[in-house]
């Protein structure tokens, strides 16, 4: 099995004391399974932005920098022109049903489903309208 990890996991491993449930679940995990979206590191990105402390900014920088981004080397699913398609599906089948969804969470989604991966997230309620697989390792 493979995995999508979302960005609410992506930034559970940066706090002082992270969930338990999600650090047992990683323990147990070969790393070479696992997986992120390019859309994570945008959503990282736009926090890190976001932030009005320098010295907490350079922090997170260099959290993404030297530890996430060289962690996922090779794993970090981009944007292409198949997962538009996927995305591009998703957001007619809901249109179609008048029903929206963040953009983000729909391009995760659609990564999560292209690559036929489970996602791994705190926020299923966000994700269960998707035809994907979901895993949440904080129950």
Known sequence: MNYLLDTCFLSELRKPQPNSGVTNWLS???EQFLYISSVSICEIQKGISQLNDPDYQQN??????????????G??????????RQWGELL????????TRPIMDTLIA?????GDLILITRNTDDFKLFETKLHNPWN
């Open 75 to 84: 794993k970090i699913i981009p944007v292409d022109t198949q997962l538009a």
């Open 28 to 30: 147990h995990i070969d």
């Open 110 to 114: 659609a990564s999560a489903i292209h």
């Open 60 to 73: 997170l920088t260099r959290w993404l920098d030297d530890t996430l981004l060289p962690w996922f080397e």
């Open 92 to 99: 007619g089948i809901f249109s179609k049903k008048g029903l």
